[in-house]
């Protein structure tokens, strides 16, 4: 059923028609979306994109839509938001990252699930396939073909004498694995050694893995996204700095946080085109027949500032072909 988006003084004149006349189907008619979001990974720049996208549709918190925004960086709190939303009765939730859709999913198999962001969202059991969905549960994946290899080169054309390169990484997290995988495929094209540096809950050990890059002669570092290495953000962005370790990341916090530069798909166009999946799915639109989005814009930002704290020149060529230089 197709939901009605009213401006305030329509909805006050319902509201007054009902009260007058106790009409069940105004009632309903003054119903505006409840909403619940969920995420341990978002950030403010990443929401106030979600609110541009829902806005630029139509929706204004608190007088078109209702929105519950939860945001923790304790994964474990996570199911019990969730639970929280289903019992609230909410029509629809946003879940930003693979955790919190995981969570949202396993509470509820009717209520429309929007993914802001997910990893293999179809080896971790969200979709039945990115085409057609197929549950309740649809949006957009961060995933895109050969961006681990697309990382690898562009590090290679940053870092000219790259030959050892180090990756840290979270093996737990049902993501990493595979993007792990991707870029030991990619690494022979380059003529690179790769050098794991594993790290766990509940206490990684950030230290030891730095001094194991540094004692195996690491030339550079990729850093995997995951709630872990998000969590511990600005202590491995000051390890990378420490031992002068050119590293690349794959959001732009790690970059504001003082890392050196990053490649990956824009948050903020994923987080904004959620608004789109949201719009469709409250007037009628069924989610198991809503294709699951590849990210379509990408970003590589070089922190110049950091670059000249560790020593390193970028060549002109590959500055040339940044989306954005911090100075």
């Known amino acids: 059923m197709k939901r009605a988006i009213l401006p305030v003084a329509a909805l006050a004149v319902l509201s007054l028609m009902a009260a007058g006349c106790g009409s069940s189907q105004e009632v309903q008619a003054a119903k505006i979306p409840h909403v619940g979001f969920l995420s341990v990974s ?39 938001i969730a639970k929280e939303f289903v019992s609230d009765g909410v029509d629809l939730i946003i879940a930003g990252g693979t955790k919190a859709v995981k969570a949202a ?49 562009l590090l290679k054309e940053a870092i000219p004498g790259l030959s050892r390169l180090a990756v840290l990484w979270h093996p737990d997290h049902p993501n990493t694995p595979r993007m792990f995988r991707e870029i030991q495929a990619a690494v022979p094209d380059f003529g690179l050694e790769i050098i794991s540096l594993e790290v766990r809950e509940p206490n990684p050990d950030f230290e030891a893995a730095f001094e194991k890059a540094i004692s195996k002669r690491a030339d550079a570092l990729m850093v995997l996204r995951d709630p872990l290495t998000i969590k511990h953000q600005q202590r491995i962005v000051d390890l990378a700095k ?68 560790i020593g390193v020149t970028f060549p002109e060529p590959f500055l040339l072909r940044t989306t954005q230089v911090i100075r």
């Open 242 to 309: 420490d031992h002068r370790l050119p590293a690349m990341y794959e959001t732009m916090n790690f970059v504001a946080a003082g890392g050196l530069m990053l490649y990956g798909p824009s948050f903020r166009d994923l987080y904004r085109n959620a608004a789109t999946f949201v719009d469709k799915i409250l007037n009628g639109a069924n989610p198991a027949e809503m294709p699951v989005q590849h990210p379509t814009t990408f970003e590589l930002v070089v922190n110049q500032k950091a670059a000249d704290a």
């Open 105 to 153: 999913k396993k509470e509820t198999t009717t209520i429309p699930i929007v993914m802001t962001n997910s990893g293999d969202a179809v080896g971790t059991g969200l979709v039945a396939s990115l085409a057609r969905p197929g549950g309740n549960v649809t949006g957009s994946t961060q995933i895109s073909p050969q961006l681990s290899a697309k990382r690898v080169q």
């Open 42 to 80: 978002a950030t403010e720049p990443f929401i106030e994109a979600l609110r541009d996208g829902l806005r630029e549709h139509g929706y204004v918190e608190g007088e078109t839509i209702t929105i519950d925004w939860r945001v923790t960086r304790n994964r474990e709190e996570l199911p019990g």
